[in-house]
Structure formats: structure tokens, C-alpha cells
């Protein structure tokens, strides 16, 4: 397989064509972005870190019978991809009341929530991503009704397989977010990446932040907690 020319560069990946129009090869980067990219730093070893993890979890989803874009681990920074095309929504699982969350609706952040809820933001930065009805998917052409069901679906049974992943390795998995991907025949693909970049991950025991949290608030260094993410993860593989 070989790497082509850049197709598109994001905060935290950069994608490349290949000779295989159905692949592309991704880069893993080292830059951390928080408040929509008002917050930017270059922090080392976590592209690496975040690779390593995704690739984890993308190939256990595979093992469950969950459908997703990932082929293969290249290297620390690099995997290897199906080419879907992107639809614009963040689709976001929560179990337990925080974040945005918390905020909006003045609940104390860590409350359980009686069943995981589903919420759709639509992706747009110049909008700073808003929060978005099923209505609004619908009559803005971004998904057919049965897609979103789809979507919905897909999302919870990805959270019902990482509760009991994170589980295990003594971890709540308090929400994440996800997004999905078309094939070239239509068929819905579970993409980009799950990491502690994209889920509140808190240990079971203390509650410590072991997510990107650390990050956005300013509680330390993430690479340490990555790390530790990232260790149980692998522990738990070769156990
Ligand atoms: N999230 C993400 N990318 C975003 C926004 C949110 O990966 O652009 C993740 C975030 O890590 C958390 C979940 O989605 O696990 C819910 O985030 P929330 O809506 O609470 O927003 P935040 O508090 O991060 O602004």
C-alpha cells in the first residue's frame, strides 16, 4: 500500500489518499485543540497514544459485530482506513450527567442518567457545532430518516460494548462521541476515532479524569492518564 497525497487535514489527524481508492492511510497528530480551536497546544506522544488506543477499541467493535472504518494499525502514528464519506454529526451517548450536559440543564455533573440518551450535534465550526433535532437532520439533507435510526442504533450498541469494555478495566464510560461514515454503496460505516479525546472516561474507584477533560480544564498533563488508559486497554487484550 502506498501513501499519496493529503486529502485532509483535521485538529488531531491528517488523511492521506493511497493506491487503493477504498483505503486511506491516517496520521495520527500531536496537536491537542479544545473551545472549538480558541485552545490549541502541540503536546508530545499523544497522536501516538491515541492511534494506539483507537486501533484497540476499533478492533474489539469489530469483534462484537459492530461495523467500522478501521483496517489495520501501520505504525505508532498511522492506520489504515476504508474511505467513507463523512456525515456531518456528532452523535453523543451519555450514561451519566456532564459537560455540555450538566450545563445546559444545571444537573450535578456525575449523576446517572435513568437510560443512555443519544444527541445529535450538527458538525459546522463556523456554527460552532449546535446541537440538532432529527427534524433538523431531515430537512437540512444530512441523513434520511432510516439513517438517523441507523445512526441511533449503531451508537447505542456502541455504547453497550464499550460499558462492558471500559467495565473490566475498572473504568465508567460517562459519555462519548462518535461519527459515522457512507460507504460508496450507502452502507453506514462507524468512523473517525474513540479515544480519550472523544470519551469522558472515569476511573471506577476515584472518579479521576483519565479523558481529555485534564485537558480542556487545565487539571495537569493528559499523557500520563492516556497512558493509563491505554495500559488497562492492552492488559486487558493480552490478559
Ligand atoms: N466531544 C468530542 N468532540 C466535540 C465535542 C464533544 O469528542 O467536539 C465528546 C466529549 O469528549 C464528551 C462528549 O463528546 O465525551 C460530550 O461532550 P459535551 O457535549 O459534554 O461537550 P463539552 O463539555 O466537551 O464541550
Redesign the pocket.
Known sequence: MKKEALLYEGKAKQLFKTDDPKVVWVEYLNQATALNGAKKDQIAGKGELNNQITSLIFSYLHEVGIDNHFIKQLSETEQLIRSVEIIPL?V?VRNVA????AKRLAITEGTPLKFPIVEFYFKNDALD?PMITEDHIKVLDIATAEEIETLRQMALDVNEALKKLFTEIKIKLV???LEFGRTETGEILLADEVSP????LWDLTTNDHLD?DIY?RDLGDIIPVYQEVYNRLNQRKGA
Open positions: 456528532e453523543v456532564a459537560g455540555s450536559f457545532d459519555d462519548f462521541k479525546d472523544t470519551c469522558r481529555k480542556r
